[in-house]
């Protein structure tokens, strides 16, 4: 579990990104971070990893202090998806899978070996192993970024805006895999999106933040969607669009007695 205890981060210019959040994110469950641009969603990801600090407060992973470690050796137990992939152009596809292995010193064959099956789990077919990132789509650069952060089996992902910047068809499809990918997996999942409607669909627990870094609700999507804070959460799920939101996004296995309530 990864826990946020009191943490404020003040930039140099005196921005407050995130203001004293205090956050549990359960192990082998995907959290999904959601709000407005600016809210604060990246800064808290990334102090996670320590390529940002928090000014004050703490975070821990199982208890442990992240200030207590090396960030290198931090940073290897825990994976890193970005927006645009970010993979390394002049790298082919394995290659590109394969960094962190390299890193870690693997035998070679391993490391290609492991890079073709993880091709494979993310829907990508091996024959483009030996292709650079510039001759993939979008959407298959995504699942590259994907199976890279998942070379070295991290029990941690954080995952910032992977599927933001592709297409409606292609960001359900690459949905879709992630959930059956991690139904398999079940990593700790750190996710951030702008979008309610990916957040509902993917999280077990959504946290809800507000311009100024401030959670403003850290619920279910079910809790959420039936009972949303008052104000910001409300206007931010767009008012009584939220129920019909669960119906379509997830399939319930029985109706939540407020969806009932709320169709009287
Ligand atoms: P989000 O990911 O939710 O869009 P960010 O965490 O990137 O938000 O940013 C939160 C706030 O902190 C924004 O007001 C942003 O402009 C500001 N910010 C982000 N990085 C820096 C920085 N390096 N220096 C100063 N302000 C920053
Ligand atoms: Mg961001």
Not at 39 to 54: F, Y
Not at 93 to 101: L, Q, Y
Not at 240 to 255: A, C, S, V, Y
Request: aromatic content about 6%.
């Amino acid at each position: 579990m990864i826990k946020f205890d009191g943490v404020t981060k003040r930039y140099a210019d005196g921005t407050v990104a995130v203001d004293d959040l205090n956050l549990e994110i359960p192990s082998g469950q995907i959290t999904v971070l959601v709000g407005p641009s600016g809210c604060g969603k990246t800064t808290s990801l990334r102090m996670i990893n320590r390529m940002i600090d928090p000014t004050s407060g703490s975070i821990t992973i199982d208890g442990d202090d992240i200030r207590a470690k090396d960030p290198a050796d931090l940073r290897r137990g825990i994976g890193y998806v970005i927006q645009h992939a970010g993979l390394f152009p002049h790298r082919t596809i394995i290659d590109n899978i394969a960094t962190v292995p390299y890193l870690l010193g693997w035998d070679k064959k391993k490391a290609r070996a492991t890079a073709m099956e993880l091709m494979e789990r993310v829907g990508l077919d091996t024959k483009m192993a030996k292709r650079y990132p510039f001759q993939l789509s979008g959407g298959q650069q995504q699942r590259v970024g994907v199976a890279r952060a998942l070379a070295a089996d991290p029990p941690v992902m954080l995952m910032d805006e992977p599927f933001s910047a592709v297409d409606p068809i292609v960001r359900k499809s690459l949905q879709d895999e992630f959930l059956r990918l991690q139904s398999d997996l079940q990593k700790t999942i750190a996710f951030v999106t702008h979008d309610i409607d990916e957040a509902v669909k993917l999280g077990h627990r959504i946290a809800v933040f507000q311009v100024g870094g401030v959670l403003a609700q850290y619920a279910t999507p079910e809790e959420l969607l039936a009972h949303p804070a008052e104000g910001f959460v409300t206007d931010f799920l767009g008012g009584d669009k939220g129920l019909k939101r669960l119906r379509f996004n997830r399939e319930l296995e029985e109706t939540p007695d407020e969806v009932e309530a709320a169709e009287r």
